[in-house]
């Protein structure tokens, strides 16, 4: 699946049998996926055929040899976290029967090429996308109770598969501790999944033709292998053809890909040019995954896992070609006391040689159980291209660092993720990156939210920038979509027993303390920060004499997508940093 970056349409492509990529014509509109708001899985391939979630969220089978598609659901659910089920001409998914805080009642169903549904499975409040054995009799998938999200607690599920298509005996494998559990994979009989009861998301395997059998499992580091499961679908370990399998780790916020089994008796690590990987598949003998690097457009590479040979496919064109472009570099700050894995982060300088940065512009990533990546992203070679230093940071609370520092944020939002900004600007500025004088923090959604909070509390900060941000976390509550309906409690604790805490990290009921500039931007048609969130913020600090800067764009959702919205926003955030630079001479 492809983004166009003009329009944000996603649209399929394929391979041919010569190797050549071309798009799918009779797809219309755009791919995507809207099950908990985020979705995931959107497409499956078959021999002869692909399924796709249609932008209306209708199911279609397009034939890869340019027949019409067929629609095979008319109703008004949310559908994603495709697999294919090729010996019963069908397709399982992911049914999400509203978005709603109330309704988004989900359900794991089958969809058959002449349009049957059947619901194979429901009660719990949310599934993951499920995994079949080869043989098409066994099967597996994850499930989560309010108010847990997919990286607190799951539940693994398993079940034989009838000849007619329903499931039997379905039952939860336990893991040994309270666990999230996520990407159940089959090979052979053996079921594998990604679990953290140890401390990191690690692969496990169970043997499902012993009902006794306990959890082993690989032998590989302990380092996360999978990230915050936000979307349906994700696959970051892959059984390779012949034996073996391929995994993901991640070491100090960046994505490796390792080779391991029989043709390889030490784990090989492949394509360390690339700092990311993601959906991870084996097909005809080879490896396929989508690279993404920190200098060039994200790829579809093919691997021979015989040899570790690698061919791009697909994409990986330079990111800016012509140009030069601004690489991370790693840094960590000072640990507190006996802290064992400290925030990390990237430093991007700016590309004019010997220059001392402008400023410095803290980023914080939305989430705020997400991560900063070391890939390209052309907002931040934006900034290093007129003279400004940008850093990520990996606050505490972010996924890649072990389930420890990613549970670590719990009932402390607002609080820890403010400390480890200003750490990492302290860290930076005694390491001379800085000059003391020039720090900005921006953020985008969660990451807005923690942008706000730190101008409420630190004058460090010369100004700060909101983009889709949360400014009211309980009111936001009370509107945000189901998926999400626990999470707010998760952050800061039952409102109810903390209404003062609740109070105390409202960035709305803060204004009075911001004494530095700050500029909004914002979506008109957000469901997932809904637009009233940066109305009210706005609206609060104009009362207390305040002058924001407010940028409104009513065709864009939880995220500014549109080329021309995007270069709209940058523009306007670079004017505005432009100006306080002047202003502090």
Known sequence: MQSDPETGANKVWMLNGDGEAAALSNLPGSVRSRVNGYGGGALTATQDGVFVVSDDQSILFAHGAGQRSQTLTTDTAAYGGLVADPLRRRVLAVRETGQGVIDGRQQLVSVGRDGSLKVLHQGEDFYGAPALSDDG?????????????????????????????????????????????????????????????????QPWKLDLQSPASPWEKASVPDRDHANAPWQLAEVHHCPLPGGGWARTHYHQGRGELWLSGSKHPKPVRV???????????????????????????????????????????????????????????VFQVPALGQESTPPEGFLYLPLKPNAEPLALILVVHGGPTSA?????????????????????????????????FRLALAECWGDID????????????????????????????????????????DQRYEAGASQFGVTDPLQLRRMTHR?????????????????????????????ATIASPVIFFQGGQDKVVVPEQTRMMVEAMQQAGLKPELHWFPDEGHGILKQVNQAAMLEALYSFYQQRLRTIG
């Open 137 to 201: 009799r066994h099967i597996a998938w994850i499930s989560w109770q309010l108010p847990d999200m997919p990286w607190i607690q799951t539940r693994l599920w398993t079940a034989r598969v009838s000849p007619d298509g329903t499931l039997e005996g379905p039952r939860v494998q336990p893991a040994p501790r309270p666990a999230s559990i996520q990407q159940p994979v089959f090979s052979g009989q053996e079921l594998w999944v990604l679990s953290d009861h140890d401390g990191w998301w």
């Open 483 to 511: 998926f999400e309906s626990g999470y707010l409690d998760w952050l800061l604790g039952n409102p109810e027993d903390h209404s003062q805490r609740w109070q105390e990290r409202t960035p709305r009921l803060r204004t």
């Open 372 to 404: 900063a990546y070391p890939v390209f992203n052309p907002l931040i070679q934006f900034w290093c291209q007129r003279g400004f230093a940008v850093a990520e940071v990996n606050y505490r609370g972010s996924s890649g660092y072990g389930r420890a």
């Open 271 to 329: 394509a360390p040019e690339f700092s990311d990987f993601r959906s991870l598949c084996a097909c005809g003998g080879f490896l396929y995954a989508i690279g993404r690097s920190p200098d060039h457009l994200d790829a579809v590479l093919r691997i021979d896992p015989t040899n570790a040979g690698i061919v791009v496919v697909a994409g990986g064109e330079p990111a800016l070609p012509g140009h030069v472009v601004a690489h991370p570099t």
């Open 418 to 457: 403010v400390q480890d900004m200003a750490r990492a600007a302290e860290f930076l500025k005694a390491a001379g990156y800085v000059n003391g004088k020039s720090t900005f923090i921006q953020g985008r959604s969660s990451g807005g939210y923690t942008a706000l909070m730190a101008l409420s509390q």
